[in-house]
């Protein structure tokens, strides 16, 4: 079989084995787990298959005309390179991970069915987008993870803040693909074709006409798709879907579709200076912003939202610098450990009964009751930080080396003040990425007070799947040589100003964040605790008081309803004051960054205010105005009909009487007008 063949296979798959999920869901419930599992494991497989006949060589192209269109042509086609082919293998891998984990994630789920056929079918659009070379089908498969996404997201409908959250996804979403469209036009219109190679072959000719408003038109769906400043808001409140949906969607599919698409078309990018710059900045902004947000958030999953949002500013930030190497080394090294964060995080949850910090530190022994959980996240969260030699060591110090090499003026395509911009951001938010990490690790897994519950062995389909992720972030880095191939030949490894600015900032972040928390458990030790719903009759109880976990977890708004569905009975755990050292390293900024400095207020009174205010007067215009003339239009009918209706009483002499009196009206003015006209 050919390898273009394979490669169609690849997003068939999946698709097929979505559309017979939702088909028999119902009807045969126990095909519902094979059909989510082995028809992505099997485009998983093919996908490395592709990989390994491709070899990282001369790109593989094949199309076919979908339909004559008049002007420009849209095709069904391959492009696959060396970054397309590794994207796929990681799509693969974590979407497979995702569905054994969810089998038993989400076994008592009664929507099931519905859910893994929504990933499955998510899978298949990632991976048209990704093994695509004409434009508009790489924008179907982009559509479909919007509307996936949408769905996935708001799988707990019943609640407020799901049904909220899919419908902010969606609508923060698409208003970066309507400028993003309009951008794909213009591009094809340039090019006169929407064919990948095509367009790429008029950039490298100079003929495009207008580079920068293509270019930041496009960059606009980027951001929007990849959760960027301004567009990133919807990202941490997509949290209320299951945890392994924000796996899937953190880690291979939705967020990193914008940058696999900037990495695709850098050419384009890198025809405007100025495009370059006004990326570099989008990153930089990203990248610290979304670091000080995660260090204030509560919900763990919420901090692993800001984490993915900074580690794109990276990929980002690399593309605005020229290097797609780097962008798409970090986007698979980010894939395999950002998955294990969040499928980790999962177990945190399912065994201790919150999804909140807080609650956690007040819990002893969580490690031990989880130790694969434990053991992963420690090393995922080492990757996380960039610590060597795990495998975010590698693809973060690859950003970073790209960053110098352009700041010190050595690049043809991207300015100087561009590197500039991302090599401080990316230094900066290696120790801000270091605090956090350091602070989820210590709340959840160091917490002191009552001992956490026991409730036996997660599920081999859960920790296995850790384990199995776990390899990927501790070796992926140290493959970067043997896979240059795939990367455009470029050899991936640090440099040694950049390593110990890299390296000497995460560990600065990491020991002061370790410092903090130590004297934070000081003072929380040092504090009394009055139990939940005690008065002032309470002030002589006993130092320690007991609540239920979910009261604690409800305080800190970090409840959803999925901590109910996975979870056993909530512990009860003491009501100390959190060990939290995030809020000594931030002080008085702690407060607008936990709600994500007020971006969503911003946007409220900017947009959604005036908005539902022009609503408001539309619908005032359209009931009392437009409305008005409708009815009176009517009315005027009606009124001539019933004044008719009057003449109409079905007595023929009234008829008769009508008639000779109209006769006689028209004989006296016939005879006048006779008069009139012989006078005259």
Same mark, same amino acid.
């Given at each position: 079989m050919s390898t273009p063949t394979l490669a169609v296979l690849v997003p068939l798959l999946p698709f097929l084995g979505?559309?017979?999920? !939702?088909?028999?869901?119902?009807?045969?419930?126990?095909?519902?787990?094979?059909?989510?599992?082995?028809?992505?494991? +099997?485009?998983?497989?093919?996908?490395?298959?592709?990989?390994?006949? #491709?070899?990282?060589?001369?790109? /593989? *192209?094949?199309?076919?005309?979908?339909?004559?269109?008049?002007?420009?042509?849209?095709? !069904? &086609?391959?492009?696959? *390179?060396?970054?397309?082919?590794?994207?796929?293998?990681?799509?693969?891998?974590?979407?497979?991970? @995702? #569905?054994?984990?969810?089998?038993?994630?989400?076994?008592? *789920?009664?929507?099931?069915?519905?859910?893994?056929?929504? @990933? &499955?079918?998510?899978?298949?659009?990632?991976?048209?987008?990704?093994?695509?070379?004409?434009?508009?089908?790489?924008?179907?498969?982009?559509? /479909?993870?919007?509307?996936? &996404?949408?769905?996935?997201?708001?799988?707990?409908?019943?609640?407020?803040?799901?049904?909220?959250?899919?419908?902010?996804?969606?609508? @923060?979403?698409?208003?970066?693909?309507?400028?993003? $469209?309009?951008?794909?036009?213009?591009?094809?219109? *340039?090019?006169?074709?929407?064919?990948?190679?095509? /367009?790429?072959?008029?950039?490298?000719?100079?003929?495009?006409?207008?580079?920068?408003?293509? +270019? !930041?038109?496009?960059?606009?769906? @980027?951001?929007?798709k990849s959760a960027q400043f301004p567009l990133?808001?919807? !990202?941490?409140?997509?949290?209320?879907?299951?945890?392994?949906? &924000?796996?899937? /969607?953190?880690?291979?599919?939705?967020?990193?579709?914008?940058?696999?698409?900037?990495?695709?078309? $850098?050419?384009?990018?890198? +025809?405007?200076?100025?495009?370059?710059?006004?990326? +570099?900045?989008?990153?930089?902004v990203t990248m610290v912003g979304s670091a000080l947000a995660a260090l204030a958030q509560d919900d763990i999953k919420r901090v692993l939202a800001y984490s993915t949002i900074g580690q794109l500013g990276y990929m980002t930030g690399a593309l605005a610098v020229g290097d797609r190497a780097a962008a798409v080394f970090h986007l698979l090294s980010h894939g395999a450990f950002k998955a294990l964060l969040f499928l980790g995080a999962g177990v945190i949850i399912h065994a201790a009964g919150t999804n909140s910090l807080a609650a956690m530190s007040r819990m002893d022994g969580l490690a031990k009751r989880i130790p694969d959980a434990f053991w992963t996240m420690t090393i995922a969260l080492l990757a996380l930080a960039a610590f060597p030699p795990f495998a975010g060591f590698f693809s973060k110090e690859a950003v970073l080396v790209a960053a110098e090499h352009t700041a010190g003026g050595h690049s043809e395509l991207a300015p100087s003040a561009a590197g500039w911009v991302v090599l401080v951001a990316g230094v900066l938010t290696a120790l801000l990425t270091a605090a956090y990490a350091t602070r989820l690790w210590l709340m959840a897994f160091r917490g002191r007070g009552a001992a956490a519950p026991d409730h036996g062995k997660e599920p081999v389909a859960m920790t296995g799947v850790l384990w199995l992720l776990a390899v990927p972030s501790v070796g992926f880095g140290l493959l970067a040589g043997p896979l240059s191939d795939f990367f455009d030949g470029r050899e991936l490894t640090p440099s040694l100003t950049t390593s110990v600015l890299g390296t000497g900032a995460a560990a600065v972040g990491a020991v002061l964040t370790y410092a903090l928390w130590q004297r934070a458990q000081a003072q929380a030790a040092l504090a009394p605790a009055v139990p939940a719903g005690a008065g002032p009759a309470a002030a002589g109880a006993p130092a320690t008081g007991a609540v239920p976990a979910s009261v604690v977890a409800a305080e800190s708004a970090a409840e959803s309803p999925e901590v109910a569905e996975v979870t056993h009975d909530h512990p009860v755990v003491s009501t100390a004051p959190a060990a939290d050292p995030g809020r000594a390293l931030l002080g008085p900024l702690h407060r607008h960054a936990a709600v994500g400095f007020h971006l969503d207020a911003v946007y409220d009174r900017l947009f959604v205010r005036p908005v539902r205010a022009a609503a408001a007067l539309v619908r005032f215009l359209d009931r009392e105005v437009v409305d008005s003339y409708v009815r009176g239009a009517g009315l005027g009918p009606r009124l001539l009909g019933t004044l008719v209706r009057r003449a109409q009483t079905g007595n023929v002499q009234s008829y008769l009487s009508a008639l000779l009196a109209g006769a006689v009206v028209l004989a006296i003015a016939t005879a006048v007008l006779a008069n009139v006209n012989a006078g005259s």
């Open positions: 979505a559309l017979a999920g !939702l088909l028999l869901g119902r009807t045969a419930p126990g095909f519902v787990k094979p059909l989510a599992v082995l028809p992505t494991l +099997a485009a998983a497989v093919l996908a490395v298959l592709v990989a390994f006949r #491709q070899g990282g060589g001369k790109a /593989i *192209d094949t199309a076919t005309e979908l339909t004559p269109t008049g002007s420009v042509p849209i095709e !069904l &086609s391959l492009h696959l *390179d060396g970054f397309a082919v590794m994207v796929a293998v990681l799509v693969g891998l974590v979407a497979t991970c @995702v #569905q054994i984990y969810s089998t038993a994630y989400l076994r008592e *789920d009664p929507r099931y069915p519905s859910y893994a056929a929504l @990933v &499955s079918l998510f899978t298949s659009a990632m991976l048209l987008v990704v093994y695509s070379g004409d434009l508009m089908v790489l924008l179907v498969g982009w559509e /479909i993870m919007g509307i996936c &996404s949408y769905f996935l997201v708001g799988h707990y409908w019943e609640t407020e803040a799901a049904r909220s959250a899919s419908l902010k996804a969606f609508l @923060v979403t698409k208003l970066g693909d309507v400028p993003f $469209l309009i951008g794909l036009f213009a591009l094809a219109t *340039d090019a006169g074709s929407f064919r990948i190679t095509k /367009i790429l072959g008029t950039v490298a000719a100079g003929g495009l006409d207008h580079p920068t408003l293509i +270019a !930041l038109l496009l960059l606009a769906g @980027v951001a929007g990133h808001t919807w !990202l941490p409140d997509a949290m209320a879907g299951p945890t392994p949906v &924000s796996a899937l /969607i953190h880690a291979a599919t939705m967020v990193a579709a914008g940058v696999y698409f900037v990495a695709r078309l $850098l050419p384009v990018f890198a +025809a405007s200076r100025a495009a370059l710059v006004v990326l +570099a900045v989008m990153a930089a």
